[in-house]
């Protein structure tokens, strides 16, 4: 039975909001200084706004030194030089600007599973006179940002193009979990008010519009309302306040129905990867969705790339520290194959170990066999909820702390493989007792 994965399966106990997540002031390049700035949006109704100056941090601090007017104010910062422009969402420290972008994202990651904090979005990827300040090789080399802005107001009066969706659909049809994000790039009052993105937020504060926009829950709009999203196994219905035109599009990028209307009702084919649906209203408003995933019991995919499943894993090894652990020690071990727990799943996908943990301390060894056709680089993708160590052919490759709750592709990095079988060996310490296990893949 297919079924789809979207995040809009809990619209309850929450309320739209309307922010925008792109905006520059004196502190950089802006013409205006912050408090105009966060005047000028809240005097438009804006529930969020995140001043993105250039390389510099805009933090809780700084924003308790301005009249906010109400408005949740999130940190943060555009990291701009060296390279491609990221967002640097919910930001609790600068990350050194590295030319390698893939590095940036991975330390943005890095700090986010310490402190909780931060997460990245690539910006305005059509921008420029080739269309590409960020290319799609560049997108889908990275891993580990969240999501990319496919609207950037800025862009209208510069060379390039504002929308960006075209990247976005080659990305969602190679399986990517990416979020579309629309923003202003204001550097002036002229830009304000251009794109948007309206989440459904439970709590209204930094971590409540964070957690919304992290999980998904939110449309991207320069104009049109989306006023419900409701899903009945494969059908979704779309209702707009002022949409003209509503398409649902899929893999990669096609059209799979469309009708004139406000409202549209689409049963979503089970051979697609995904469905998404943008609107058009009068002039040029538009709104987008986000992704309804198809998943396919037994296909075992998110959208093309599959988890791995085939796991050795050992007994939980009381007296370990994870500090001590080593593929030597490992080597030594009796390991069997991992079963998944039938009665009492997690997830798909979810490498469940409590059964070797069992609530008490110590390290679960797992080890799996990667098989590459040559010599090349790949992206390992992570979720754990215990402190781990990672080794690729006897090479650590990860040493990281845990958090809770395991979220797949929540830790990506970069790693070479070999041609022809490679040993991938994760230490998992069992947090007292607390850890359940990993998710795992990779992609090439
Ligand atoms: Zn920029
Ligand atoms: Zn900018």
């Known amino acids: 039975m297919p079924t789809l994965d979207h995040p809009y399966r809990d619209l309850t106990g929450g309320a739209w909001m309307r922010g925008n997540l792109h905006t520059h002031t004196t502190q950089s390049d802006g013409r205006c200084v912050p408090q105009q700035v966060i005047d000028d949006y809240a005097r438009r109704g804006y529930g969020f706004l995140m001043i993105s100056d250039h390389d510099i941090l805009t933090d809780a601090a700084k924003y308790a030194t301005w ?21 640097h969402v919910d930001a609790d420290c600068l990350i050194d600007p590295a030319p390698s972008r893939s590095h940036v994202i991975n330390e943005i990651n890095a700090v986010a599973a310490q402190s909780g904090r931060g997460f990245a979005i690539v910006n305005h990827p059509d921008w420029q006179e080739k269309f590409d300040h960020c290319s799609i090789s560049e997108l889908r080399l990275w891993a580990g940002y969240i999501g990319m802005e496919i609207y950037n107001g800025v862009i209208t009066i510069l060379d390039g193009n504002p929308y960006a969706t075209n990247k976005w659909d080659m990305l969602l049809a190679g399986g990517r979990r990416v979020w579309g994000f629309a923003n202003d790039d204001s550097h002036a009052p002229a830009h304000v008010e251009l794109g948007w993105n309206t989440a459904y937020v439970k709590d209204r504060s930094v971590a409540g519009v964070v957690e919304a926009l992290k999980q998904g829950r939110f449309y991207a709009s320069t104009g049109v309302t989306i006023t419900s999203i409701t899903v009945d ?24 129905a469309q009708v004139d209307d406000r409202v549209m009702e689409v049963e979503v084919p089970r051979d ?7 609107c058009w209203g009068d002039g040029e408003k538009m709104a987008w969705t986000q992704p309804f995933v198809v998943r396919i019991e037994g296909r075992n995919e998110v959208g093309g790339s599959r988890y791995i499943t085939q796991w050795q894993v050992t007994n939980l090894v009381e007296s370990l520290k994870l500090t001590e652990a080593s593929p ?11 079963i998944p727990n039938k009665d009492n799943p997690v997830y798909a996908d ?46 650590e490759v990860f040493h990281g702390p845990g958090h809770n709750p395991a979220i797949a592709d929540s830790l990506a990095f970069h790693t070479d493989f070999r041609k022809g079988d490679n040993q991938l060996l994760v230490a998992l310490d069992s947090n007292f007792g607390k850890a359940w296990g990993i998710f795992c893949r990779v992609e090439w």
Do not use: C
């Not at 697609?272 to 943008?278: E, L, P, W």
């Open 67 to 87: 009249n906010t007017h109400g408005m949740v104010m999130i940190p943060g910062n555009e990291i701009s030089a060296n390279g491609p422009h990221l967002l």
């Open 233 to 256: 196994g494969m059908k979704v219905r779309i209702e707009t306040e002022n949409a003209r035109r509503i398409a649902a599009i899929r893999d990669i990028g096609r059209r799979h």
């Open 272 to 278: 697609a990867k995904y469905v998404r649906f943008q």
């Open 328 to 338: 030597k020690h490992f080597a030594g071990r009796q390991a069997q194959p991992w």
């Open 350 to 395: 979810f490498i469940d170990v409590r059964s070797m943990i069992r609530e008490q301390p110590g390290v679960v060894y797992l080890a799996t066999t990667i098989r590459s056709e040559a010599d090349r680089m790949g992206t390992l993708f992570f979720g754990y909820d215990g402190p781990v160590r990672i080794w690729l052919n006897d090479k």
